[in-house]
């Protein structure tokens, strides 16, 4: 049973343009949410993240918005840069036990 | 040191064979998970260490994989009589105790069983 889901495997955008990747998750417990990305060849590094009592956070060029009700969220990417070509996992936190689970992540292709 | 470390960073074994992989977590990080993404997958959650709790061992495919956490800091994955299945890349990550917080990740071991 997958309690994160990203049902994008990849995504292409115009370099220039936004990037807006979407995560879905089953479990009401989850009261906080993570994005990473992972280049080839490393390991996932932490990128932007939000606590359910917010529906917002913005860092720079990347926003997240949290969806309570609809459990959705979604990472917003303005304005979309060649280095942003990643592999870009959704996660989700219980503070009742701290363990991270992970969606299967969407491949992000900025285009030229 | 100044991340998680992972050993080795690739691993070639013969089906059937037994590995051993090793995860240095960062200094004071009490929170451990080791996660593995096979070819094309996302990341598999397998076993999480939190301080002295019991690890949460539901990830764990098959009871050919084990893991343990020596003195609170290092862990080793270990997968007995491997299976091709197997091949993957092995991903460490360590956090500290506590939300809001975030995992750091390791490297990566990235495993084929021929």
């Known amino acids: 049973d997958q309690q994160v889901k990203q049902n994008s495997p990849s995504l292409s955008v115009q370099e220039g343009r936004i990037s807006i990747l979407n995560c879905d998750y089953t479990?009401?417990?989850?009261?906080?949410f993570l994005w990473y990305k992972k280049y080839p060849a490393e390991g996932p590094t932490f990128l932007i993240s939000?606590?359910?009592?917010?529906d917002k956070n913005e860092d720079g060029r990347f926003t997240v918005f949290l969806n309570k009700s609809a459990k959705h969220l979604s990472l917003h990417i303005v304005p979309s840069q060649p280095g942003d070509s990643a592999v870009y996992f959704c996660?989700?936190?219980?503070?009742?036990?701290?363990?991270?689970?992970f969606g299967k992540g969407t491949r992000l292709h900025i285009l030229p | 040191g100044a991340g998680v470390s992972q050993s080795p960073s690739n691993k070639v074994t013969e089906k059937g064979k037994d590995v051993e992989l090793r995860c240095d977590p960062i200094?004071?990080?009490?929170?451990l998970y080791w996660y593995r993404q096979s070819l094309g997958q996302g990341l598999e959650f397998l076993i999480y260490?939190?301080?002295?709790?019991?690890?949460?061992k539901s990830g764990l495919p098959s009871d050919r994989f084990s893991a343990e956490r020596t003195g609170g800091s290092v862990s080793t994955l270990t997968i007995q009589r491997t299976q091709q299945e197997d091949s993957a890349v092995y991903l460490c990550?360590?956090?500290?105790?506590?939300?809001?917080?975030?995992?750091?990740f390791g490297q990566g071991t990235r495993l084929t069983v021929v």
């Open positions: 996660a989700a936190s219980d503070s009742r036990d701290d363990k991270i689970i």
């Open positions: 939000i606590s359910s009592i917010k």
């Open positions: 260490f939190q301080g002295n709790s019991a690890p949460d």
């Open positions: 990550a360590s956090s500290r105790a506590g939300v809001p917080t975030e995992a750091f």
């Open positions: 479990n009401s417990m989850f009261d906080y």
């Open positions: 200094s004071g990080h009490t929170a």
